[in-house]
């Protein structure tokens, strides 16, 4: 289906809206946005700890709430019709990750939402401060976009003889222009070289390794971005095809096959959205929810992977590393 004739599908959607919606209007419904083409992938990192949350604070899908479930690829045309189905229909609550949250944002000064976003949601505009958020926004900093430095030096830890740093990045992404600066800024005091691969498509992706193993860069390190860890397993096998040593910000990756990552737990913060949700499906106004930062950043290991590699983890990392794959 071509994408206008899929924007003109959503005119018709209001009698196709789920019966659980239009029949049971005691039950308070929650409109669930995320930037992944592949949602089924999302759904163990994503999806399920939201609900989890949900559950801690009283409230079961299906039960005694609905939740909509859309999942927009981050083009705005597509992006715009879905927050703006959602606003139409005046659902209760709306969570998304940064682009949604954004979108949704714009749309609405009423519906409360709760949002998930790597980088400060101050200057994204989402709220006026993180303890008094104002508005009717709210939700979770993963600082997902905000660790470009400690990751470069655990990976320049790691390596130490490393000097040219491929980096594997998504133009299509609105933090990535803002990733790189702090990437390239936390290279200079390591004498390290960034080398920047656009990977915004699939093919890109592919495309990407294609030219890395003509370059043949020391490691590799993957910027944060939705579209990357939706794609994760692509990513680790041709990362381990191409022998790479590999960087990333999360622990789904390591999970996969991965090398290494570093990062706070997108699962936990997911739970932490889906409290929140509750919390504001019982009353509570978003403007005094102060917006939540995680406390514990995790260092996990493949050692596996590393053997592959041919790589021998340094004692110091290892002993810093809160799990280790064996």
Known sequence: MKRREFIALLGGTAAAWPLAVRAQKAMPTVGFLYTAPTPGEAVPYVTAPFLSGL???????????????????????????????????????IVGNTPPAMAAKAATSTIPIVFL?????????????????????TGVNFLGAALEAKRLGLLRELLPQATVIAALADSNFSLTT???????VA????????????????????????????????????????????????????????????????????????????????????????????RVLKGEKPADLPVLQPTKFELVINRKTARALGIVIPDKLLATADEVIE
Do not use: C
């Open 55 to 93: 559950r801690e604070v009283g409230f079961v899908e299906g039960q005694n709430v609905a939740v909509e479930y859309r999942w927009p690829s981050g083009q705005s045309e597509e992006l715009k019709a879905f927050v703006a189905e959602l606003v139409h229909h005046q659902v209760d609550v």
């Open 117 to 137: 976003t790597g980088t400060d949601p101050v200057k994204l505009g989402l709220v006026t401060s993180f303890n008094h958020p104002g508005g009717n926004a």
């Open 178 to 184: 803002g990733q790189l600066r702090d990437l390239r």
């Open 187 to 278: 290279a200079r005091p390591l004498g390290l070289q960034i080398q920047v691969l656009d990977a915004g498509t699939d093919s890109q992706v592919d495309n990407s390794f294609a030219t890395l193993a003509q370059q043949r860069p020391d490691a590799l390190y993957v910027v944060a971005t939705p579209f990357f860890t939706n794609r994760r397993e692509q990513i680790v096998k041709l990362a381990a095809r191409h022998s790479l040593p590999t960087m990333y910000d999360v622990r789904e990756f390591p999970d996969a096959g991965g090398l290494m990552s570093y990062g706070a737990s997108i699962s936990d913060a997911f739970r932490q959205v889906g409290v929140y949700t509750g």
